[in-house]
Each structure stands twice: as structure tokens, then as C-alpha cells.
């Protein structure tokens, strides 16, 4: 009986030597964990060096991916269309994410740690493979927006932040005479690209950009013969805003969200309130001086929060027949 209890022990503190031990279930140094404005049941735990982990499952099945526990040193590879598994060696316990064309094969152990039957990755993991966003706080706790920085076959149209990081995944043609060539907009600074999967039905290659400043931005992958003639095109939109307004509040008193608007024109702010904030009023504020037919005004709502934490508001511009909206801006509400 005590050997078996040793040797529990020793696997555990194997596994989850990265982070530190948190007390039964979650304890002193877990955190909540916030997945698009909702909490979620799982938590975040936080190593001895101040790094937060993220619970791996949680947030990648959020964002859509399908992931595969394999306890058995076997690695799934998946064939281009349709997935399919196939058994490949790999050394030591590993996790496989798999979304539409894109997959990817993590080993647990070293920046990866399993803690009470859950495996944690490094907030850094899930923007650089992924994604997606992430925000972590002095308390250990963390925010994850998901989907909203990867442009795909699927997903044609992204919101982004000014300084933002985004990324577009396109495959490969199969003729290696062909290439795909990103074609930004002005505002859009391509930064890089890089090959995430290797497939016989083309590569999945990744282009990473970032937004300088605001704007609806058009985005083009051209694929290009050898003499660099444009073969065929996709087209995708970025809408970048600027970065995120930090307001401070009293639970019970109310706070005011102001942003310049134009109903004239036909575009109007719209917005989720998320559980916690209610709307305590909404009121149009006009210049005195001003009578001129179509002139910009100013869209005051007021909120009051119901119980403490940290909260975020995304307003977006747009008309109401349109999908894409021409402004977006995020507010940061933290409550005391």
C-alpha cells in the first residue's frame, strides 16, 4: 500500500513539476478564468515563477478545436480531407488539437503540467498556437477572447485592436510552382510567415500581421505562379479599433460610456451587457450650437454593477442590415 501511494506521489509532482501544487481541487493558487465575458467552471494555477497555466481543454474547446487525450505515446496525424487518424509513435503522454485543416501535436512535460487530472498551458501557448487572446492579471486569473485573431477559409472577417497581433491561414497549392504571397493593406504590417502543418494536399502555411491603426482594412492572399503572376485571390477584412478605454467602478454606482455617433447616416453602436453590468439609462447628447442636418452626436449609456470582478463591453458601428461593422471599441470595466 505505501509503495503505491509513493508511487502516485512521484508521478504526480513529475508531471506537474512546472506548476506549483494547488491545494485539493483549486486552492490559494488558482484564479478564475474568463472565456469570451463568461466564467468559466474551470480555473487558471500560477508556477513558482509568477507564470499563469491555462487549462488546455477548457479554453481549446471553446474556440472549436477537437482534442484528443493520448495516454499511450501515440501521436494522431491527420490526412488533409478528410481527417483521419492514424496511429505514429511519440514519446510520453500528448494532447492533439484538430480544427478544419489544422492540427497540432503537444507533448506534456516541460512549459506543458498536468495538476489534479488537468493539463495547463502557458497563457503565451494559446496566443502563439491558437490564436487566440489572452489577458492575465497580478491576481493569476486570466481572460481568453476566442477566434476573434485568426482569419481561415471559414472566417473571412476579424476585430482587432490597434498593436494587435492577427493571423491568416491558407493551405499551399499541391504544385510547388505555386505560391502564396499576403498582399496587406496601408495600415497592416505583415510581420512574418511560417508553415504550421505539413499535408499532401498542400501546406498549411500562417501569415502574421499587425494593425497600426484604425480602419476597415481589406486583406488579399494572392497565389502566384514562378514569373509571380496572381493565379487566384481570397479576400479577407480586418477591422481594427482603437485600443481598449479602462474605466474604474463602485459596485451600485453607475458609470457613463460615451462614443460619438451618427444615426443620420445609418450607423449605430451596439452592444451585449454582459451578467454582472445592468443599463441604467441611454441618452443622446447634442451641441447646442450646432444645426446642421446630420451632424455626429454623442451616444451616452449609463451602467451600474451589480457585484465586483472585471468586465468587458465591446461596442460595435454598424448598420443594422450590414454584418461588418466600420468601428469597434472595447471597454475594460473593473469593479470594486
Not at 477566434?147 to 481561415?152: A, H, Q, S, Y
Not at 472577417?157 to 499551399?172: A, L, M, P, Q, W
Not at 460595435?316 to 461588418?324: C, D, F, G, M, S
Request: proline fraction near 7%; hydrophobic fraction near 40%.
Amino acid at each position: 500500500m505505501k509503495k503505491a501511494i509513493c508511487f502516485a506521489i512521484a508521478v504526480c509532482l513529475t508531471l506537474g513539476a512546472s506548476y506549483v501544487t494547488v491545494r485539493a481541487v483549486y486552492g490559494a493558487n488558482s484564479a478564475p478564468l474568463m472565456i469570451d465575458g463568461v466564467e468559466s467552471d474551470s480555473r487558471t494555477i500560477t508556477n513558482a515563477s509568477g507564470a499563469v497555466g491555462l487549462p488546455l481543454r477548457a479554453v481549446a474547446e471553446a474556440a472549436g478545436f477537437t482534442v484528443t487525450y493520448n495516454p499511450d505515446g501515440i501521436r494522431p496525424e491527420f490526412a488533409p480531407e478528410p481527417a483521419q487518424i492514424r496511429p505514429g509513435k511519440f514519446s510520453g503522454p500528448s494532447v492533439t488539437l484538430l480544427k478544419g485543416a489544422y492540427s497540432t501535436n503537444v507533448a506534456i512535460g516541460g512549459e506543458f503540467a498536468v495538476v489534479d487530472g488537468r493539463t495547463y498551458a502557458p497563457a503565451e501557448y494559446f496566443e502563439r498556437e491558437l490564436g487566440l487572446t489572452v489577458r492575465t492579471n497580478e491576481e493569476g486569473g486570466a481572460e481568453v477572447l476566442t477566434g476573434n485573431r485568426t482569419l481561415d477559409a471559414e472566417r473571412r472577417t476579424i476585430f482587432v485592436n490597434v498593436g494587435d497581433e492577427f493571423y491568416i491561414r491558407s493551405r499551399d497549392a499541391v504544385d510547388p510552382n505555386l505560391r502564396q504571397v499576403f498582399i496587406p493593406s496601408d495600415g497592416i504590417r505583415p510581420l512574418g510567415e511560417a508553415v504550421l502543418t505539413r499535408m499532401a494536399a498542400g501546406n498549411l502555411r500562417q501569415f502574421t500581421a499587425v494593425a497600426d491603426r484604425p480602419g476597415v482594412f481589406p486583406l488579399t492572399i494572392a497565389v502566384t505562379d514562378s514569373d509571380g503572376q496572381q493565379l487566384e485571390t481570397r479576400t479577407y477584412t480586418a477591422v481594427v479599433s482603437p485600443k481598449p478605454l479602462k474605466i474604474s467602478a463602485r459596485v451600485g454606482t453607475p458609470f457613463p460610456v460615451a462614443l460619438e455617433e451618427n444615426a443620420s447616416t445609418g450607423y449605430v453602436w451596439t452592444f451585449e451587457v454582459p451578467d454582472g453590468l445592468q443599463l441604467e439609462s441611454d441618452t443622446i447628447e447634442r451641441e447646442e450650437a450646432s444645426n446642421i442636418v446630420g451632424a455626429p452626436h454623442t451616444h451616452i449609456w449609463n451602467f451600474v454593477a451589480t457585484q465586483s470582478g472585471g468586465y468587458t463591453l465591446t461596442f460595435r458601428y454598424a448598420r443594422p442590415w450590414e454584418q461588418v461593422p466600420v468601428r469597434w471599441q472595447t471597454i475594460e470595466v473593473t469593479v470594486i
